[in-house]
């Protein structure tokens, strides 16, 4: 069965601060592994995203790695801002076209001042 | 501004009750989603479709409908609301399954 399980499932930290959110997945055929910021009340907003043989990849603050042998990919946020508090959703593409997604159950970050 | 639009923001639904949540897009993409988010869950696929004309069933289809008469338009329908269906529901399209976009998210409550 096809399934992304992600860890913590809520954090806390203070601004300024570095985190780190993983993700762990089972699935097959692996086309890609995205990473999705959803704020409260929006719907999820693309951050990254990374093919078999990417493994980082930086969007401003964020940055994602990939380890295709493990299964396993982490998002890297720097210098923590208010802002950032979100939930954090990891997503992989399935099957030759990477047109079949399956959604991890995000992580809950808040930042504090 | 480019993108997804879904109506309502948020609905309360006696049980029993038909109910049509509205997706436009205005990108062109060919593909097509909604989705439905639950807590502690990840979004989970209800409908898709991949060019107008066409829908195919997800996850987790039953108690849901849905028609693509057009590029733009994408409606769901509750034929006979239940409480289970309580969720947020998301729209979603994507340009040959590469980037997806996102709508805000309707609220549905049903009591």
């Known amino acids: 069965k096809n399934q992304v399980e992600q860890s913590p499932q809520s954090l806390i930290i203070l601004e300024g601060k570095n985190c780190t959110l993983q993700?762990?997945?089972?699935?097959?055929?692996?086309?890609?592994l995205r990473w999705y910021k959803q704020d409260t009340g929006r719907g999820p907003v693309s951050l990254t995203i990374?093919?078999?043989?990417?493994n980082t990849k930086s969007n401003g603050r964020y940055t994602a790695t990939l380890d295709a042998d493990t299964k396993q990919s982490s998002l890297h946020i720097t210098a923590s801002q208010l802002s950032d508090s979100a939930s954090y959703i990891c997503v992989v593409s399935v099957g030759e076209y990477g047109n079949k997604l399956v959604f991890g159950a995000g992580t809950i970050l808040r930042v504090k001042s | 501004i480019a993108g997804i639009t879904q109506a309502p923001t948020s609905q309360i639904l006696a049980a029993g009750r038909r109910m049509t949540l509205r997706c436009t897009q205005d990108m062109r993409h060919n593909a097509m989603y909604w989705y439905r988010q639950d807590l502690g869950l990840g979004l989970r696929l209800i409908h898709y479709s991949n060019t107008a004309g066409t829908t195919g069933k997800g996850e987790v289809p039953d108690g849901y409908s849905v028609s693509r008469a057009n590029t733009d338009d994408f409606p769901l329908t509750l034929a006979s609301a239940v409480p289970s269906q309580t969720s947020v529901y998301f729209c979603?399209?994507?340009?040959?399954?590469?980037?997806?976009?996102f709508g805000s998210g309707t609220r549905l409550t049903v009591v």
């Open positions: 993700c762990n997945y089972t699935v097959s055929p692996f086309s890609n």
């Open positions: 979603a399209s994507s340009d040959r399954g590469i980037g997806y976009t």
């Open positions: 990374m093919t078999f043989s990417e």
